[in-house]
């Protein structure tokens, strides 16, 4: 007989909350408010690259559908610039404009993860990720890598969570929530692994023009026949809101990509497209030179009033509160901060993390920030 109308397993036992249930309490507070657990940014994207800068009788059609792939300009631009940053031989077939990284990730997953194959995560981990493969059925296995010391350690990491169905690898970096950037080394090892092991290698580079301390290492230009790389305008140019990414990878697994988000968002949005080209031909290098200038700078002085390593790169600081909890535990801990206006992300949410916080530095003006991170230095002394 038919099941009785329900939701799927996979998706009903997933939070909806993906940060803190304390967030619409801080709408409804009196005075200055620190909402540092989104991860956005305070800067509005480069001028001339604006929603209010596109107008029909310019770009005809602009309310309408856009190619499935992505606008043939856009595509264009994306190519030229892979080739320019990685080194590695792109074409227009590898490449899949999509809403946002989130999208592009979704594709990646559905289209290349069948019910109950397992996705290895570098952990702490972008929250959605786990969501994503959960989502599309998959099984998530987070990798903690923070104690690892090197790119041996790493690798028997994840090694040891290795099993037969275990089909791709995700890592992020510049890593959101810890702001590390693995070394060049790590990720040739995690790609020869991935190699070795016939997995998918999937590498999330939104942070990619953020890194403040070493150099940021493209995965595909280590395996290209096996790395789908996801791509954002959201990060890398304060258009969030505009919901364009894109996904470059093999022709032929793209191709399966695209059936996915065919069948699920269709396109992108087509005026977000025309904003994403116009930044890559345009002011997006100088935009995002000044960003990082200012990115880094808010993060390396609320690191150190903190008393934390300064960020290596992305937006964002990870911290160990375990020695400021009392028997309220995380929980009492984020209650408190949001008694003085103040929200920042609980560790759980990007993976086995019950004693950490994430908070992001880029979130508000920087005076607004370090403001909000001095209440949180006030509270962890307290």
Not at 13 to 22: D, E, R, V
Not at 253 to 263: E, N
Not at 321 to 345: F, K, M, Q, W, Y
């Amino acid at each position: 007989m038919p099941r009785h109308p329900s939701y799927a397993p996979s998706v009903s036992g997933m939070s909806s909350s993906l940060y803190s249930a304390l967030a619409e309490r801080l709408a409804s507070r009196p005075g200055e408010v620190y909402p540092l657990h989104v991860g956005d940014t305070w800067m509005e994207p480069p001028e001339g690259c604006r929603m209010e800068d596109f107008r029909v009788a310019e770009h005809p059609g602009m309310h309408r559908y856009a190619p499935v792939q992505g606008m043939p300009g856009l595509l264009e631009a994306i190519v030229e610039r892979v080739r320019a940053k990685t080194g590695v031989a792109t074409e227009r077939s590898q490449v899949l404009v999509t809403t946002g990284a989130t999208g592009a990730l979704g594709a990646i997953i559905g289209g290349l993860v069948a019910p109950g194959e397992e996705v290895l995560i570098l952990a702490p981990y972008w929250p959605l990720i786990s969501g994503i493969v959960t989502a599309f059925h998959g099984r998530p296995v987070p990798v903690p890598f923070l104690d690892c010391e090197g790119p041996e350690a790493l690798v028997a990491a994840v090694r040891e969570r290795l099993t037969e169905r275990s089909v791709a690898l995700y890592l992020n970096t510049p890593n959101n929530p810890s702001g590390r950037v693995l070394p060049r080394g790590w990720v040739e090892a995690l790609a020869e692994l991935a190699r070795r092991e016939g997995l998918w290698l999937l590498s999330d580079e939104v942070y990619e023009d953020y890194v403040y301390e070493g150099e940021h290492t493209y995965a595909r230009a280590l395996a290209p026949e096996r790395t789908l790389s996801s791509y954002s305008f959201s990060k890398a140019y304060g258009m969030a809101g505009n919901r364009c990414g894109y996904v470059v990878g093999p022709e032929e697994a793209v191709a399966q990509l695209r059936k996915v988000s065919t069948h699920s968002f269709y396109s992108a949005p087509t005026a977000a497209q025309l904003a994403g080209e116009r930044v890559l031909r345009g002011p997006g290098d100088a935009w995002v030179a000044r960003a990082s200038a200012r990115y880094r700078d808010t993060g390396t002085k609320a690191a150190a009033r903190l008393g934390v390593p300064p960020p290596q790169g992305s937006t964002f600081l990870f911290l160990d509160v375990s020695a400021h909890l009392d028997e309220g535990g995380l929980a009492g801990l984020l209650e408190r901060c949001v008694e003085r206006n103040l929200l920042v992300a609980p560790g759980p949410s990007f993976g086995p993390f019950p004693h950490h916080i994430r908070l992001c530095f880029t979130c508000s003006p920087p005076e607004v920030v370090l403001r909000g991170v001095e209440v949180l230095a006030e509270i962890l002394r307290g």
